[in-house]
């Protein structure tokens, strides 16, 4: 198998139903293997339609949803019931499933900006992030801005040098949402048995171009080229348009 995994879809309709049906694989048979499937979901629009599908299937399978414990690769700054809210946006696709609390680990923006980073830290410190040996996540979502950036991680960015602490705030996103965000480093981002970018649409293709490259040198100016899962499975999943070269 190459790394990346580059796989390519018609349009975002099937980049959405293929990246459901691989996601709900790897839940199964996550809760298979360890009885629990760690999921961090990423921000953005191109997922949407991903999770929609996803709701739609487990909310009949109360049994495997379970075992599965929802966390988001990044946040903006904002209130959970604000439309920019990476976290009530998940929230509204997937609305057809009831969730316990203590499955779903958001980051807490209402607190503030420092409030809400050292919690989250401290909360995936706590269920184990640090540890040695195996890799928390057992899948990790990621988008690709226009830019090269993923999550909150943006080019060239103080952040992408963390080494230590597994979320830190970023005030400059110089980007829309144009707001303060919270992100996991690369540290917490690569501790998972794979990652799955979703990207669409022409503006993309620039930076896969170089991402998405075999063996990509990891390069601070594209931070989504710094994605390298510790499980060894890096998988990017595009419609037409943001493959073309
Ligand atoms: C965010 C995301 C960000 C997003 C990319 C792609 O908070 O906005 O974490 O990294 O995934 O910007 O966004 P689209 O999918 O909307 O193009």
């Given at each position: 198998?190459?790394?990346?995994e580059?796989?390519?879809y ?9 990246a ?10 996550a ?7 760690y ?8 997922p949407?339609?991903a ?17 599965i ?5 990044d946040?903006?700054?904002?209130p959970?019931?604000d439309?920019?809210?990476n ?7 997937m609305?057809g499933?009831?969730?316990?609390e203590s499955?779903l680990?958001?980051i807490?923006?209402?607190l ?6 050292e ?11 640090s ?17 090269g950036h ?9 952040s ?9 705030t ?5 980007l829309?949402?144009n707001v303060a965000?919270i992100?996991l ?8 048995q794979?990652?799955i ?5 022409p ?13 990509a040198?990891?390069?601070?100016h594209?931070?989504?080229?710094m ?8 998988v990017?999943?595009?419609d ?6």
């Amino acid at each position: 198998m190459t790394y990346p995994e580059v796989n390519t879809y018609e349009d975002i309709a099937a980049l959405s139903q293929a990246a459901a049906d691989r996601i709900n694989g790897l839940a199964v048979r996550a809760l298979a293997e360890r009885g629990r499937f760690y999921l961090a979901l990423s921000g953005g629009s191109t997922p949407l339609g991903a999770y929609r599908l996803l709701g739609q299937l487990w909310s009949g399978q109360p049994e495997l949803l379970a075992g599965i414990h929802f966390f988001w690769g990044d946040e903006r700054l904002v209130p959970p019931d604000d439309p920019r809210s990476n976290y009530g946006q998940a929230r509204a696709a997937m609305s057809g499933l009831s969730l316990p609390e203590s499955h779903l680990h958001r980051i807490q923006t209402e607190l503030g900006a420092d409030a809400a980073t050292e919690a989250y830290d401290r909360e995936l410190d706590n269920l184990g992030l640090s540890d040695a040996g195996r890799p928390f996540f057992d899948c990790v979502l990621l988008g690709l801005g226009r830019d090269g950036h993923t999550a909150s991680l943006f080019p060239d960015r103080p952040s992408l040098a963390e080494k230590n602490r597994l979320v830190v705030t970023e005030l400059k996103p110089g980007l829309e949402p144009n707001v303060a965000r919270i992100t996991l480093t690369l540290p917490a981002l690569n501790s998972t048995q794979e990652t799955i970018f979703m990207a669409a649409g022409p503006d993309k293709a620039a930076a896969l171009r170089y991402c998405a490259a075999p063996e990509a040198d990891p390069n601070p100016h594209y931070p989504a080229s710094m994605i390298k899962p510790a499980g060894g499975r890096l998988v990017f999943m595009l419609d037409q348009a943001a493959r073309r070269a």
